[in-house]
T-cell receptor, first 115, second 114 residues
């Protein structure tokens, strides 16, 4: 089955600086890669996603890049703000439990924005 | 409502009791997913429904876990004879279809087994 590795587990940046979170995946058949932001006590919120026919996608201060050959994808947040502090999860579509259509998640990155 | 709704938001029960968790997906979403999130961990996929059908139940942790969906809408996840290791946040998500569509999550049910 699919395996997703996410780094770093904790990332502390100064307000206004950029933050980059990286993920690798194992299943070359995966073709959908969403990113989620989770705040304390809340469910994950989809912030951006990318499909395998695209190398980069931007939405205001957030961008995602995908390298299918190397099987890695990254989240970039520019001009970070205090409200960006949260846990971020990457995920990949794939085969979970033998044929199901669930997402396989990384273990998360705790992003801390220092004022 | 506009989003995925889960109930109860919190559930505390004694070991050995049965619990039932409910998920009400976004209107019009045919696919529904259950995940489990243990403290400080990522999300573990459990099961998905396309309509009322769950094609693959192998992601469920044990035979104490079962799920059903009726009317193509509300789903329930049932855990029988709960154990302390079942303590986690159980999250539900829905999407317009299966096959690489954005999944939208509810805020989960925090289950604590004493």
């Amino acid at each position: 089955g699919e395996n997703v590795e996410q780094h770093p587990s904790t990332l502390s940046v100064q307000e206004g600086d950029s933050a980059v979170i990286k993920c690798t995946y194992s299943d070359s058949a995966s073709n959908y890669f969403p990113w989620y932001k989770q705040e304390l006590g809340k469910g994950p919120q989809l912030i951006i996603d990318i499909r395998s026919n695209v190398g980069e996608k931007k939405d205001q201060r957030i961008a995602v890049t995908l390298n299918k050959t190397a099987k890695h994808f990254s989240l970039h947040i520019t001009e970070t703000q205090p409200e960006d502090s949260a846990v971020y999860f990457c995920a990949a579509s794939g085969i979970s439990g033998g044929g199901a259509d669930g997402l396989t998640f990384g273990k998360g990155t705790h992003l801390i924005i220092q004022p | 409502g506009a989003g995925v709704s889960q109930s109860p938001s919190n559930k505390v029960t004694e070991k050995g009791k049965d619990v039932e968790l409910r998920c009400d997906p976004i209107s019009g979403h045919t696919a529904l997913y259950w995940y489990r999130q243990s403290l400080g961990q990522g999300l573990e996929f459990l099961i998905y429904f396309q309509g009322n059908s769950a094609p693959d139940k192998s992601g469920l942790p044990s035979d104490r876990f079962s799920a059903e969906r009726t009317g193509g809408s509300v789903s329930t996840l049932t855990i029988q004879r709960t154990q302390q290791e079942d303590s986690a946040v159980y999250l539900c998500a829905s999407s317009f279809q299966v096959s690489n569509q954005p999944q939208h999550f509810g805020d989960g049910t925090r289950l604590s087994i004493l």
